[in-house]
């Protein structure tokens, strides 16, 4: 592939590829990647991009990593896939242990997914049938946050944020739920009652048509970057208790040490009913995602009408996914991580500091490893993109957000160069 020009690729994208959140007729310029290694893209041109995306959260070791080429092959020489029906294989099984010792006591049961999106559908899937298999079928609503994301199917989309979600498209075909704020507490504040009035107010109100609470524990991401009070979870947590109700996290962005612990429910001390990974479970090789729960709600759903969860997709638990992240998790694990977390948190934040100058940059905060510019006003994607690009690094903005979770593998002199990249665009459009 490396040998084809990139105006070529540039074309046939062009005339046939529909990207992300894009216009297919006034498409923005793509920029063709030919390699990726360690922290750098290389462009179809020859130019080499710092990545400041992770690929979305996903590439926690970078790109080419010498373990995760390793497990696909080895892995590709035993199977690439075989269907999870009636069969089971040695990646699957192991990394369910591993992902089960690994999240807190009380979420022993596995069911992998192809995404993060279907990981939520499954999450929601699992507290209705929980519910009615538990003789209580009113229980069909979930509550979710305002600037909260989690994914883009249907049942995922009717939990974003109604507004930057854009529910009013979909009309009547997305589920209603009910809405909370999003929690505004600051993540090194404790909360007030005031802090909670809404949502208790919900939960007291609707539990009997409430079958789960679903939450970004600690960073709302793709709805806003928002870093919050850990506070806030254990105060959800009780009052989840008190008023039957299940507590779904969603750490499909969090999960894998971006915010400086393990999983961002660890900040809070907090453990939810159901859990939902995504994004860096495979290092960002492979499309692989999971939805945890107790082995209470698993027996319960087990026990009921259908005897069985009904959900089962084809590429479930595929094999190389699997192994990748194995070899992923594990070497995570093998590294002083939490000090490198701590390392790029101090970068980012000394970094991007000189940002808060600006006139029209309402904040500057970082957590963990990522780090976020908020402006008054949202960036013209068309403008910005090229900057970056020209700069020598990979940034993606949204909104009125210019923000950052690199890659854990990214040294100091990249992280400089990164952070001063995003500063001089900023202080570029003002
Ligand atoms: C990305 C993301 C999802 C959706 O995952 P996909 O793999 O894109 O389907 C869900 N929840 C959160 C918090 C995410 O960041």
Redesign the pocket.
């Known amino acids: 592939m490396s040998t084809w020009s990139g105006t070529t690729i540039s074309t046939w994208d062009r005339q046939h590829v529909w990207h992300p959140y894009a216009s297919a007729t006034d498409a923005p310029e793509v920029y063709p990647v030919v390699s990726a290694a360690g922290v750098r893209l290389k462009l179809a041109d020859g130019r080499e991009l710092i990545d400041g995306m992770a690929s ?2 996903c590439a926690i070791h970078g790109y080419n990593n010498g373990a995760l080429n390793r497990a696909v092959t080895e892995q590709l020489h035993d199977m690439s896939h075989v269907m999870f029906g009636g069969l089971t294989h040695p990646p699957g099984a192991k990394l369910a242990r591993m992902l089960a010792e690994l999240t807190p006591a009380g979420l022993d049961r596995v069911f992998f997914s192809d ?6 559908e499954v999450a929601l899937k699992m507290a209705l049938q929980y519910w009615h298999s538990a003789g209580r079928p009113g229980k069909q609503k979930l509550v979710a946050l305002r600037s ?6 249907f049942g ?1 989309m009717s939990l974003c944020d109604p507004v930057t979600g854009m529910h009013h498209l979909f009309g009547d075909v997305l589920p209603r739920q009910f809405f909370a704020p999003a929690p505004t507490r600051p993540f090194d504040e404790a909360c007030s009652d005031s802090d909670m009035q809404d949502i208790t107010e919900l939960i007291a109100n609707h539990h009997e048509e409430i079958a789960a609470v679903i939450v ?1 524990p600690v960073v ?3 709805g806003g970057m928002n870093f919050y009070s850990p506070d806030y979870l254990v105060r959800l947590r009780a009052l989840c208790d008190e008023w039957d109700v299940l507590l779904i996290f ?5 999960g894998f040490g971006r915010t400086g612990k393990l999983f961002a429910l660890e900040h809070a001390g907090v453990n939810p009913d159901i859990l ?1 990974l ?2 860096a479970l495979t290092g960002g090789y492979m ?1 692989l ?1 999971a939805t945890l729960c107790s082995d209470v709600i698993a027996g319960v759903i087990s026990e009921g009408e259908a005897g069985a969860f009904m959900h089962g997709p084809t590429f479930m638990a595929n094999p190389l996914a699997c192994a990748t992240a194995i070899a992923s998790i594990e070497l995570l694990l093998s590294q002083p991580w939490q000090r490198n977390i701590q390392r790029l948190n101090g970068e980012l934040a000394a970094g991007l500091a000189p940002a808060a100058e600006l006139r029209h940059v309402r904040e500057v905060r970082t957590l963990g490893a990522i780090g976020v510019i908020e402006l008054e006003q949202p960036v013209d994607m068309r403008t910005v993109q090229p900057l970056f690009v020209e700069r020598g690094v990979w940034v993606r903005p949204f909104g009125r957000l210019v923000y950052c979770m690199p890659p854990y593998i990214m040294n100091s002199g990249d992280t400089a160069s990164l952070t001063a990249a995003m500063v001089d665009v900023v202080a570029a459009i003002r």
């Open positions: 979305w959260w995404s993060g999106s279907v990981s939520v909260g994301y989690h994914g883009d199917t995922a970004e709302q991401g793709a969603d750490e499909i962005a969090t939902c995504g994004k499309t995602a």
